[in-house]
């Protein structure tokens, strides 16, 4: 299938905007001419201005980590995917493990802020994946079928077209420890295959990243995966260089 590889950068609570400028401004260089390769940073709302200056005319599209599922309101500290969209992002994460974890963000709260992002024209990055408990309890494809279902059930099938999935087994965050291409391949085919079921042949064309530690060094070899079309990354997105090479790796 043609699915371009992408590559995003989850730059977490990291770089302020001096520090994010500097970043993006050195990922530009890095990256160079136009590459075959999606890519994007995902900065802390508070850098992402410097990072869209930085950035400008560059082909590294720039999203927000959360939005909320209202366009503005009384919401104290959360954004919003209107304003982020007005401001020049393109892209936004919903889901991430973290914010189910510390922010108890369930399903059906996803559900809205994917919807969210597509009507004002942000395209979202919904991110699913399994505890280590879960995994060993054998509830795995329950755990990940509810979450790609649910999170996806306010949208009409040629909306689940612009949505990116990203497969981030919770273990493999942070950890150093990346599931093996055999145990990524797995899940991402059993992604997509659910993904055609609900939404059609059309679903093909949907792009599922991986993300767990990802780094120069395994980048390759997960992305030659059939079912995996890029990386959702982390730690190693927080220096140019080691995103530029894993950016690379995407390049075949
Ligand atoms: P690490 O690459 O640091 O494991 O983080 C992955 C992640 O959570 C990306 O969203």
Redesign the pocket.
Known sequence: MGRRPFI?G?W?LNLGPAEARAVASQLRDALGDPSPVTVAVFPTALSVSAVLQALDGAEVGVGVQEIASQPSGALTGANSAVMARSMGCTYC?VG???RRQLWGETDEACADKVLAALSAGLLPIL?VGETLDQRRAGQLEAVLMRQLEVGLSKLQPDQALSVTL?Y?PVW?????ETATPEQAQEVHALLRGRLVERFGPGAEEVRIQY?????PANASELLACPDIDGA??????LKADSFAAIVQAAQG
């Open positions: 995003a989850n977490k994460l991430h493990s973290e991110c990203a981030e493999a965050i942070g950890t150093g993300g767990g530690s990802v780094k959702l990354v982390g730690g190693a997105s």
